[in-house]
């Protein structure tokens, strides 16, 4: 039994494994990630995991001010793995569980995912259901603070017809966190109170202790000919600390060369609100709202403004010994990131060069 | 009529056959092309802004810290 398992299952394997570079003025990451599928009788078992080599220089007490950096390395380890029952072709129902570790932050998450076909297969429509567990923490020693998640994800996609596809998307995210430091706060990172250009002392983050997040997308796939198509989606972001969010993206991909070259091209734009507590500087009052209430230092959750432009190229080669199909890529983003009302890093410019190789059995 | 129009927006205009979907099942269809580099690019993005979710990419924890 198991030998045909193994035999039918090396039908329709697939493997991936890549390396990117993310390189901004402040930090390095060389980011390694693999990923494997196999296919058994009615089920579908896949994994992967992914590892971040992080350098650079972060800020130990002050907000991000880079004269008071000290050189750092950490590396974060994640895994996660799903399997995916399909007795039927019309609907699947699945399982999944992940976990990501580093010297200063752990989470573990783990849910369903069910899918279904409607309408005579016009229409499919996938559901599925994560709660999850994170604890940050200093290392050196210092505040640590834990929270729990729970995400309800909603995908359909419609065909409109044999050139076109329409899929919604939404997600609604709830986020409990214990009273040390609130959600998302960063241990590390402290506000400055200051009067005038001086600072009288600094106090931890301290964001709310819940956060509600929903967000709905819209994505239209067309297809020009046989080897051309393009897709444009727009997203619509908002949560309980007051952001909200706006993201259009544009895609294009080609097949060249009898399918052999795909080469694939995205621009990504997003415009973000700042949180209702986010402040560039906090005053020295101690009848200061900022000073008993929510404080933060994290310049992601001021207003941004993000471009990303990404080019990729994957090559294919067809019947190569036992394989089906072996496929070798490269690309290359440009991600801008300017935060108009963050007066001590106003802009952070990154670049992303990586490779991978996948092939199928 | 109104059942029936939002029927056909659920449901697309008209009915297209199996073999009417070889388009769709085209690399060039794929969005996002590559799964891995999309999850990739994801997790760089979620440390760089505060929104988060209704996303083409998968993934069960980001571990965005």
Not at chain 1, 38 to 61: H, N
Not at chain 1, 71 to 100: K, N, Q, Y
Not at chain 1, 213 to 238: P, Q
Request: glycine share 12%.
């Amino acid at each position: 039994m198991w030998v045909q398992l193994i035999a039918s299952a090396l039908a329709a394997d697939t493997v991936g494994a890549r390396v990117d570079v993310y390189q901004d003025p402040w930090i390095t990451v060389v980011a390694p990630a693999a990923e494997a599928s196999v296919e058994l009788p009615d089920v579908t078992i896949s994994g992967g995991t992914a590892l971040d080599f992080v350098s650079g220089a972060t800020p130990v007490v002050l907000t991000d001010t880079i004269s008071s950096a000290t050189w750092f390395r950490d590396t974060r380890v994640s895994g996660d793995l799903s399997a995916t029952l399909h007795p039927e072709t019309t609907w699947s129902i699945g399982g999944h569980v992940g976990a990501s570790t580093e010297n200063d932050f752990a989470s573990g998450s783990g849910g369903i995912t069910a899918s279904t076909d409607l309408a005579h297969r016009r229409a499919t429509l996938v559901g599925s259901l994560t709660v999850g567990r994170e604890t940050a923490w200093r290392a050196t020693g210092g505040p640590k603070e834990s929270s729990t998640t729970g995400q309800v994800d909603v995908r359909c996609t419609v065909v409109l017809d044999k050139n076109t596809t329409l899929t919604a998307f939404g997600t609604g995210r709830g986020e409990w966190c214990g009273d040390v430091l609130g959600c998302g706060a960063n241990p590390y990172r402290s506000v400055p109170f200051v009067d005038g250009d001086d600072v009288v002392f600094t106090v931890h983050e301290r964001h709310p202790d819940q956060r509600w997040r929903g967000a709905g997308a819209l994505r239209l796939s067309r297809a020009f000919g046989d080897w051309t198509a393009l897709h444009a989606m727009y997203r619509l972001y908002g949560d309980s600390w007051g952001v909200t969010g706006h993201t259009a993206e544009i895609a294009v991909a080609r097949q060249l060369f009898d399918e052999r070259l795909l080469l694939h091209g995205k621009g990504r734009f997003a415009w973000q609100g700042s949180a209702g507590f986010w402040r560039d500087t906090y005053g020295t009052s101690a009848t200061d709202p900022a000073y008993t209430d929510w404080r933060t230092a994290d310049g992601e959750l001021s207003g941004l403004f993000e471009t990303v432009i990404e080019g990729q190229a994957k090559w294919s080669f067809y019947d190569v010994g036992a394989l089906q199909a072996l496929a070798i890529d490269l690309r290359v983003a440009g991600m801008w990131f300017r935060y108009p009302n963050h007066a001590e890093r106003p802009r952070r410019a990154a670049v992303v060069i990586g490779g991978g190789v996948g092939a199928s059995f | 009529m109104r059942k029936a129009l939002l029927l056909a927006i659920l449901v697309g205009c008209g009915p297209v056959h199996p073999w009417e979907r070889g388009r769709l099942l085209s690399p060039v269809m794929a969005d996002p092309c590559d799964p891995l580099a999309a999850e990739t690019t994801a997790h760089i993005l979620a440390t760089r802004e505060a929104m988060h979710g209704a996303s083409a990419v998968g993934g069960a924890s980001c571990g965005c810290n």
